[in-house]
């Protein structure tokens, strides 16, 4: 084995480690749950000042984004029945409960989860220095961060990220709506269409060799050195955490809507893709004050780079990479590609995540193309992670005790698998993950339409 054995803690479990070497996709349950939350995390209201932020805030938006007029500035996502999938895919809602999808794909004007943590920071920035320049007063209406002297005053200041992608979309183009300066530090390996799309609204892309902690830590020491320049942190942003901690009070709206209940018969299971930790731990955190021991949220990482999974299973807070352990952090899911996950978010992982899967790069292509046939719905291979869930719940042994020791049983259950991003890509990189997705699932391609 090529793992460097020096850097690893005495803790960590041998056959797990020889597990994850061997990048066979697993199911682990975090021994934590349930565990103290650390003093220092943020607390409910915290949660709830996001939450009125982005109520407060969705005038501005509709004024920003008029594509957002028709849901009153309030860009959110649809909670979609998914029984052809779950039909698709062997399971019996009258046996299994009842799965859904989360759209965060479909988000409005950034196509992805980055959305939720990425504009709510930028907004809170916004306001910050408005007040703090006395160009907005604390009670005045938010749309004032449209004016001209606003847009004036964000004109002096740049607002800096280091993302492999999505989030460089969604601050970037939340920031340039402002007015401010936007840079996006990027790696090499990110898209190029994400790249174009960024470059085509003003913002500056720089392109950094190495990988995702390589473009974040170029993005912080330029950040650092320039005036009025602001480092939206990825991997330790309360703002950005609390934007996705916002998503849960509106998901539970929509599931009381629905008519599903979440209690001790009727648990809710939660599957949700997994980078650096911000947006899926968000989100727990948000559904855990919400609906606290009936909720069960797990992580989806890719096999290469299973983050969070390593970071919480070493139990302990020294930071601990895909690297230390001999992985190489290569996947196709490149909002998922992070070697080390989020200093903020897996102490509070710790006490509140049920586990972590992996799914190989083949497995998020059949799901993409198996998302694709039963709900027609495009996603990019990141978003797709989540789908194998549910049957890692039941048809594993991990699984089956995790529901036994919890004292489960399905039939009330709901499942949410929560797709994250995908509505922007454009159609030929669809085309070719869905090629891909055939090609792997022994399918050939159906007949063109035109022919030569
Ligand atoms: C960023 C991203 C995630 C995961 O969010 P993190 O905050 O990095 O954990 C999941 N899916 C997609 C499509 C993403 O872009």
């Known amino acids: 084995m090529l793992a460097p054995m020096n850097s690893m803690p005495k803790t960590f479990p041998p056959e797990l480690l020889a597990q994850l070497q061997s990048r066979v996709p697993l199911l682990w349950l975090n021994p934590g749950l349930g565990s103290a939350m650390p003093a220092d995390a943020p607390t409910v209201a915290d949660v709830a000042a996001a939450e009125t932020r982005l109520v407060r805030c969705a005038g501005l938006m509709s004024v920003l984004f008029p594509e957002l007029e028709a849901c ?3 860009g959110e996502s649809e909670l979609v029945e998914a029984t052809r999938l779950q039909r698709a895919m062997g399971s019996d809602p009258d046996r299994d409960g009842t799965w859904f999808i989360k759209a965060d794909h479909a988000l409005p004007i950034a196509g992805s989860i980055k959305a939720r943590g990425g504009f709510h920071e930028v907004l809170a920035l916004a306001e910050s220095i408005a007040v703090g320049h006395d160009v907005l007063s ?10 001209e002297p606003a847009r004036a005053l964000f004109a002096q200041h740049t607002v800096t990220v280091g993302s492999t992608g999505n989030l460089g979309l969604s601050i970037g183009v939340m920031a340039a709506a402002l007015g401010f300066k936007a840079i996006v530090h990027m790696s090499t390996d990110a898209k190029t269409w994400k790249k174009d799309r960024l470059r085509m609204r003003g913002v500056q892309v720089i392109e950094h060799d190495g990988d995702y902690a390589a473009a974040v ?16 942190d990825d991997e330790r942003s309360l703002m950005l955490f609390l934007g996705y901690a916002a998503a849960a009070r509106y998901l539970a709206t ?6 599903r209940a979440v209690d001790a018969s009727h648990p809710l299971f939660v599957y949700i893709p997994c980078g650096v930790g911000g947006a899926p731990g968000g989100i727990t955190y948000g559904l855990k004050a919400l609906f606290g021991e009936h909720v069960h949220c797990f992580f989806a990482e890719p096999v290469a780079s299973p983050c969070m999974l390593v970071q919480l ?5 020294d930071p601990i990479s895909v690297y230390d352990i001999g992985l190489d952090n290569r996947t196709e899911a490149d909002g998922l590609a992070v070697g080390q996950a989020s ?3 897996s102490p509070l992982m710790a006490a509140q995540l049920s ?5 190989s790069d083949q497995q998020l292509y059949a799901q ?3 998302v694709l046939q039963a709900e027609g719905i495009e996603l990019e291979p990141s978003a797709a992670a989540g789908v194998g869930g549910p049957a890692w719940l039941t048809s594993s042994n991990a699984g089956r005790d995790y529901l036994r020791r919890h004292g489960l049983s399905l039939a009330g259950a709901t499942h949410i698998i929560w797709s994250t991003g995908g509505s922007l890509v454009p159609q030929e990189e669809h085309r070719r993950f869905q090629d891909h997705g055939r090609q792997i699932s022994g399918q050939s391609r159906p007949c063109q339409s035109h022919s030569h």
Not at 217 to 232: E, M, N
Not at 254 to 259: D, I, M
Not at 355 to 359: A, E, L, M, Q
């Open 313 to 317: 299973a070493s139990q302990q807070s």
């Open 368 to 370: 993409l193309l198996q």
């Open 138 to 147: 604390p009670d005045e209406d938010r749309r004032q961060l449209a004016s």
């Open 72 to 74: 009153a500035g309030r």
């Open 217 to 232: 830590a170029a993005g912080r020491a330029q950040a650092l050195a320039a005036p009025r320049s602001h480092f939206v």
């Open 355 to 359: 586990g972590v899967f992996t799914v």
């Open 254 to 259: 929509q599931l009381a809507t629905a008519g």
């Open 343 to 345: 200093h903020l978010v």
